[in-house]
């Protein structure tokens, strides 16, 4: 059996290699079907090859593969801590920028996926959209150092970071706010080979673009990030850390879309419906 599933990776990667370049970005998802269970896959085209597990941790194919349109695509991502970025933008701050990270942790259950709605709490008063880029790390991280620090991200994916404005200002911290269960949609894919440096990160509010800026002008880069929060916390593989978002942001109501891009990539793109 393990040799049927080597020699199906071995014939999957060839004809990955033989349709491009070594430049070729790599694209994953995380799936379900009628069962419920999920499974991690590799993207060619309309095309979804099956995985032993995360890319992350094995790029073992199992010889299975879909056509993309016959499945569910559920977060390309499957995290233990979920790291985001307080105001990591200047167009998101007033003032001058902190000399640390804003750092802050969300519980994983708050993490849904491409075709899943963002449910407004029935007693939110302010929900909010923020469009941010994330990382997923790829090996186990501790004290690394920023030049390091490239060796650790594994790839990258589009976030929409929903934040209850009301209960932001009025909770001592934010867990309510930024973590509450749905409010964190990740997707489509996740993908590796992008240059996170340098990445147009494009939020679209029911068509309307309404954020737009390059991961460039980030005050804390990605390798920053990882750096930073390896001296104060271990990193295991799958582990995530969001951007922070830019500019301005406004108010969503149940019957609104909200979209990420992000170049390379791919659209992340959730309905928001009441909750009860």
């Known amino acids: 059996m393990k040799l049927l599933s080597l020699c199906a990776s071995i014939a999957v990667f060839g004809l990955f290699s033989s349709f491009s370049g070594a430049q070729e970005l790599e694209r994953f998802v995380r799936y379900s079907q009628g069962d419920g269970e999920i499974h991690w896959g590799m993207v060619h085209g309309d095309e979804v090859y099956q995985l032993a597990g995360a890319p992350y941790e094995t790029m073992e194919h199992t010889g299975t593969k879909f056509m993309r349109d016959e499945l569910r695509m559920e977060a390309p991502v499957d995290p233990k801590l979920v790291f985001m970025t307080a105001l990591n933008f200047r167009s998101h701050i007033t003032g001058e920028p902190a000399e640390y990270p804003g750092l802050f942790i969300v519980p994983a259950s708050s993490i849904v996926g491409p075709e899943d709605a963002i449910v407004r709490p029935a007693e939110s008063e302010n929900l909010h959209y923020e469009a941010e880029m994330a990382v997923v790390i790829g090996k186990r ?89 390896s001296q104060y916390f271990v990193l295991e593989p799958g582990d995530m850390i969001w951007s922070g978002t830019m500019g301005s942001t406004r108010a969503m109501v149940p019957g609104d879309t909200y979209e990420v891009e992000i170049e390379n990539v791919g659209v992340l793109r959730n309905e928001v419906v009441q909750g009860r």
């Open 141 to 229: 991280a501790e004290n690394v150092t920023v030049d390091e620090a490239h060796e650790y991200i594994f790839g990258v994916t589009a976030g929409n970071d929903v934040s209850e404005r009301a209960w932001q200002s009025g909770d001592i911290q934010w867990v309510r706010a930024k973590g509450s269960k749905g409010f964190n949609a990740v997707g489509p894919e996740l993908v590796r080979g992008a240059d996170y440096n340098n990445l147009q990160i494009t939020g679209r509010h029911n068509g309307e673009v309404v954020q737009g800026q390059n991961s460039s002008d980030m005050i804390f880069g990605m390798e920053e990030m990882v750096s930073y929060i």
